[in-house]
């Protein structure tokens, strides 16, 4: 029997952090499709199969935020991870409160992403 490997998606408008997070995150045995904007990732086939969305916070367009209230007008449930380079405690508070799992401030080490998908896909 097959054990299903688990999607994560990555929606990131910098093209070094899409090109370097795939690559960790499927030596850790994980699927991933990475995205640069929010309107691509709604318009792909992957928002369906998706069990953990890492989302940047500030992205040209959709922002991050945005991106999770239009998933939940949708009747999308996907845990996310919100990943920005810059630190803003009131922002953090306030999408933990509003059911993130986790705010990552650049750079986040291996570990710390690692405990945040851990946790997503167990409340997914």
Known sequence: ???????????????????SLPGLL???????RAFAAAD??????AVEQTRCLILDVAIPGMSGPELKQEL???GVRIPII????????TLRT???????????????????LVEALDKALRES
């Open 1 to 19: 029997m097959m054990i299903p490997v688990s999607l994560i998606s990555l929606v990131d408008d910098d093209q070094s952090v899409r090109e």
């Open 26 to 32: 499927m030596q850790l045995g994980y699927a991933v």
């Open 40 to 45: 691509e990732f709604l318009a792909s086939d």
């Open 72 to 74: 939940l007008h949708r």
């Open 82 to 89: 919100f990943i920005t380079a810059q630190s803003n405690e």
């Open 94 to 112: 306030r999408l933990l409160a509003q059911g993130a799992i986790d705010f990552l401030v650049k750079p986040f080490s291996d570990t710390t």
